[in-house]
């Protein structure tokens, strides 16, 4: 197997901790896009935010996405890759979209917990859990449609792996 696969969902819903572990599993290459603009602008996504706006940095967002697109790659976007309809129908066609799918409360809890993994800017200001619900009203049909897989990403990550292994029709390891 050697179709690009995309890992969708909110902050905090796993897309790095199970795609590094899923990737791993298939022998894929890993990328996270935020790192990769990260490191190819030598900005953090705040700083990005800060100096062109959401609009410049959805921008980047998508020439990222195209770049990285390659065979045997396991590619975890960040939370607002589905926003735009071309990002949404690129990775429909070049490759398996997974969404892992969580509620806010779970998303909100675990964002708390480890406010280092939370390197975006809120996108509100308000408190995380009040903003995780909106972000989830907003987005959740957006990436409902772009998934060709929902999965529960409420299961401990090596769960949510093997169930993912099994969606694709690959042998557990
Ligand atoms: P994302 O890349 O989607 O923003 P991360 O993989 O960075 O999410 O996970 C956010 C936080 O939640 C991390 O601290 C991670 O350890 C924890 N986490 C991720 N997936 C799970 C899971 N399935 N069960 C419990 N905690 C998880
Ligand atoms: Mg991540």
Redesign the pocket.
């Known amino acids: 197997m050697t179709q690009t696969i995309f890992?969708v969902?909110?902050?905090?819903?796993?897309?790095?901790?199970?795609?590094s572990a899923l990737a791993q599993a298939l022998g894929y290459q890993f990328i996270?896009t935020d790192l990769f603009m990260q490191q190819a602008a030598q900005m953090s996504v705040a700083e990005m935010v800060v100096q062109e706006g959401w609009l410049g940095f959805r921008r980047r967002e998508s020439l990222a996405l195209q770049e990285v697109a390659q065979p045997s790659t396991l590619i975890?976007t960040g939370?607002g890759m589905i926003l735009a309809e071309e990002n949404r129908r690129f990775m429909r066609q070049q490759g398996t979209v997974i969404y892992?799918r969580?509620p806010a409360s779970v998303l909100a809890r675990?964002?708390e917990?480890?406010p280092q993994?939370?390197q975006r800017p809120t996108l509100t200001g308000r408190p995380i859990a009040e903003e995780m619900l909106e972000v989830l009203a907003a987005r959740e049909a957006l990436y409902q449609e772009t998934a060709h897989h929902v999965m529960d990403?409420?299961?401990?990550?090596a769960?949510?792996v093997e169930q993912i292994l099994a969606a694709l029709h690959c042998e557990t390891i």
């Open positions: 890992m969902g909110a902050r905090g819903a796993g897309k790095t901790t199970v795609g996270d975890a939370g892992l969580a675990r964002l917990e480890y993994d939370a990403g409420t299961l401990p990550p769960q949510v």
